[in-house]
């Protein structure tokens, strides 16, 4: 049996959830609401949701559903605060979650215990594809984890939404590998079409599952024949798909973002932040050296460009910077500027033991004749470090008050209201009427 067919075994399977499972999917659903809401307060949110507004009005009933899907997936990835899975460095949350609430919302007789299901097999499927294709290193050829396994995960999402038998899932799975692209480019500017790319990926993936509904086949052993290799200079560890299936989940694995930036740049932030927090005043400080992974150095040793997001986002000294004078990371005032000239960043292979499965960084601090120095391994919200329910509710409050104000207590309500009694269109109604409103003061002059 090949391993597509092994995997879509287990995920069409009617295995009750553990409560612990249910528990880590509820927390993981309000942390993606919050991502998805929170974008809505950017420039690169507001223009996808123009775009949809505007494709609605030519869209039949099932195309609406692929926009919506779209929209969603690429809201919640846009944030930049949806969880990350480090070890296949793949961010599954920002395209699961808007996708299987999306499909349960459509499908009046989803049950929570369908969702969580559906919301795990997502999990499952984009960290295992991930893990399966070397994602650590791929990443840095330019090949986007996330988005060449957003096909993969959704069509997992919707076969178990839609209540696939295993050869149907198989089949869904193995059309959206064929439907997967490699990456998009590099997008530096304030409304990137990435965002756009990603949600139009998650679609693929829905497209995908249709097919096989109607009868489509593929492949399914491409992900051991020479395809990958051939096509992409990928040889797949295959057995990352299906070794520990249905032990435990890997949402275990997966980490919560304590704030808004690239993860690459969080641990040498953190350092600098216990460093400061132990009693060494900024303003004390004469220099700073950054010790990162090497195979992070290059993405994250740069600086910052007015207007481009994501140069703020995945600069390591900026987001250093701006943590360190407790400014919020919206542009580089002259105090980041001037405190960013007091960092230099280097490569330390020694940091590598744990990696990929964490990201350590190491930071020295001269402050004066004193020498203070501090490795982080684990920040909060990594596994070793997880977030409880208070945890979640905290950052959803800090990312989506500013955003809707009031509303947020409501929205976070009707989360665990969606979780209690199943009512997920409810939910979907309400955050898009956020979008709706967001949108309606942007026309109004």
Not at 137 to 156: D, E, H, K, N, Q
Not at 416 to 441: I, M, Q, S, W
């Amino acid at each position: 049996m090949a391993a597509l067919e092994m995997f879509a075994h287990q995920l069409a399977g009617h295995e009750p959830v553990a409560d612990d499972a249910r528990e880590l999917v509820e927390l993981h659903l309000m942390d993606t609401i919050a991502a998805w809401i929170a974008s809505m307060g950017s420039a690169e949110g507001l223009l996808l949701l123009k775009f949809r507004a505007a494709m609605r009005e030519s869209a039949r009933p099932d195309g609406a559903r692929a926009l919506d899907l779209s929209t969603r997936c690429a809201l919640a990835r846009s944030s930049e605060i949806d969880d990350i899975h480090l070890a296949s460095i793949t961010t599954p949350g920002g395209v699961v979650i808007p996708a299987a609430l999306t499909l349960a919302a459509t499908a009046p007789t989803t049950t929570v215990e369908d969702l969580t299901a559906a919301i795990l097999a997502g999990y499952e499927a984009m960290t295992r594809l991930g893990r399966a294709l070397d994602g650590p290193s791929i990443l840095y050829r330019g090949i986007w984890p996330t988005y060449f396994a957003a096909p993969f995960a959704v069509a997992a999402v919707a076969g178990r939404i839609f209540n696939f038998e295993a050869r149907e899932t198989a089949n869904a799975l193995g059309l959206a590998l064929t439907l997967s692209a490699p990456g998009v480019g590099a997008h530096h500017s304030e409304t990137t079409a990435r965002w756009f790319a990603m949600g139009e990926a998650a679609t693929k993936g829905l497209t995908a599952a249709l097919a096989a509904h109607r009868g489509f086949s593929c492949d399914l052993d491409l992900l051991a024949g020479n395809f990958f290799p051939q096509i992409y200079g990928i040889n797949p560890q295959v057995r990352a798909l299906t070794d520990g299936l249905g032990r435990q989940s890997t949402l275990t694995e997966v980490s919560f973002k304590p704030w808004c930036a690239a993860r690459q740049t969080m641990a040498a932030t953190q350092a600098l932040l216990e460093i400061i927090e132990s009693g060494i005043p900024p303003q004390s400080i004469d220099s700073i050296r950054a010790f990162v992974l090497p195979p992070h150095r290059k993405m994250i040793d740069h600086g910052v460009q007015a207007g481009d997001r994501a140069s703020h986002l995945t600069s390591v000294q900026y987001q250093m910077a701006a943590a360190a004078l407790g400014e919020p990371p919206k542009g580089a005032s002259a105090r980041v500027a001037a405190f960013v000239q007091k960092i230099t960043v280097e490569p330390d292979e020694t940091l590598l033991a744990p990696y990929p499965r964490s990201w350590p960084a190491r930071v020295a601090v001269t402050a004066g004749s004193a020498h203070y120095e501090r490795t982080v391994t684990d920040i909060p919200g990594d596994p070793a470090l997880p977030f409880d329910r208070v945890r979640v509710r905290d950052k959803f409050m800090r990312f989506v008050a500013p955003v809707i104000g009031k509303q947020s207590t409501r929205i976070l309500d009707a989360c665990t209201d969606a979780f209690a009694g199943g009512n997920f269109a409810a939910l979907v109604e309400t955050v898009e009427r956020l979008g709706t409103e967001k949108l309606a003061r942007a026309k109004t002059p």
